[in-house]
């Protein structure tokens, strides 16, 4: 009888750590799923985060005019304009190269992350997608 009980509970024990482990394991997305999610998820943290970053270091070094500049462009943070996701191609608009292409990369990052969660399929790089920074990223921001 205590070897059933004992059976028992460790069987019991079992299930509950493997729920447990595939609890903290992601579920991988669809492409679909992904590409949604991630053009949400990276147009709000342009919004709150790298547009803003943008701003400030865009127009750190002038002179005129400087806090004006940045309030306007910090005002252009919308997801219709400054934080509008553009594709590969060129469509980079001049003044704002340097948040397109990281937006760009993020998205593309975040959409790796959330189709490949542990990295075990595609050997995606494991850095979270809100810290990856293109190399004309870190040239502006200066890090």
Do not use: Y
């Not at 191609?89 to 975040?110: F, T």
Request: with cysteine.
């Amino acid at each position: 009888m205590i070897n059933k009980i004992l059976c028992l509970s460790a069987v019991s024990l079992s299930i509950g750590l493997a729920g447990a482990l595939n609890a903290t394991t992601p579920k991988a997305l669809t492409i679909r799923e992904a590409t949604r999610k991630c053009e949400q998820d990276v147009t709000q943290h342009c919004k709150t985060v790298t547009c803003s970053q943008f701003c400030e270091a865009a127009f750190a070094n002038r002179r005129a005019n400087k806090e004006a500049l940045i309030t306007k462009c910090k005002g252009e943070c919308t997801p219709q304009n400054r934080c509008k996701l553009k594709p590969l191609g060129g469509n980079d608009d001049p003044q704002n190269r340097e948040l397109d292409a990281q937006n760009r990369d993020q998205l593309i990052a975040c959409i790796a992350q959330m189709r490949d969660p542990t990295g075990e399929k595609t050997g995606r790089r494991m850095e979270d997608w809100k810290d990856l920074k293109t190399p004309s990223w870190r040239k502006l921001i200066g890090g």
